[in-house]
């Protein structure tokens, strides 16, 4: 179609031609290396929110949970040349958490994409981790506080009752 496009254009049109193939190209180099940046502003325009109300909440060791928009609250561990983050449990929205010596249990709704939707928001599945903080394992999903308590004592790990809401700190 390009092709066409420069064919058909005059002799004396030859600057047109070759800004036609330059931008070409760029489009597809842009194509090729902006694919995640292009996703990135898409999402954000989608989602329109608000940057303002993100946060981080530092945990033990590498772990915080980010607050990344009111769509997305995940569990993540830095990376250690500060480059990032990874998610430590993927298509999963943070509600809760607790620290407990070198572990943090953490309760959430699990999710089909990277952005909770509002049904699944409303559902009343929840699920829970334990993430090992020296040993980078994580333990789970449990379907039930009862089942992660088990899987507690199994391990040694007293949990603690008192947990802290991650959507406290949205004001």
């Known amino acids: 179609m390009i092709y ?3 064919n058909k254009l005059k002799p004396s049109g030859q600057k047109v031609k070759k800004a036609i193939i330059v931008l070409c190209v760029l ?3 842009c194509g ?3 694919c995640e940046e292009i996703k990135a502003l898409l999402h954000e325009e989608f ?3 608000d940057a303002s109300n993100d946060w981080t909440i530092d945990l033990i060791g590498d772990y915080q949970i980010w607050r990344i928009n009111e769509r997305s609250i995940i569990l993540c561990r830095k990376h250690t ?4 983050a990874t998610d430590v449990i993927e298509n999963f929205f943070v509600t809760r958490y607790c620290l407990i ?8 709704i699990p999710t089909k994409a990277d952005f909770i939707t ?3 928001k409303e559902t009343s599945i929840v699920v829970y981790y334990i993430v090992d903080t020296e040993k980078n394992s994580i333990e789970g999903p449990f379907r039930s506080f009862q089942e992660m308590q088990d899987r507690c004592g199994y391990m040694d790990v007293p949990v603690i009752e008192t947990w802290k809401k991650a959507e406290q700190l949205d004001k």
């Open 47 to 49: 989602l329109k929110t």
């Open 101 to 108: 010596d070198s572990y943090i249990c953490v309760e959430g």
């Open 81 to 84: 040349d500060d480059s990032g």
């Open 118 to 120: 509002e049904e699944e």
């Open 27 to 29: 489009i597809i180099i």
């Open 32 to 34: 090729l290396i902006g």
């Open 4 to 6: 066409l496009l420069i």
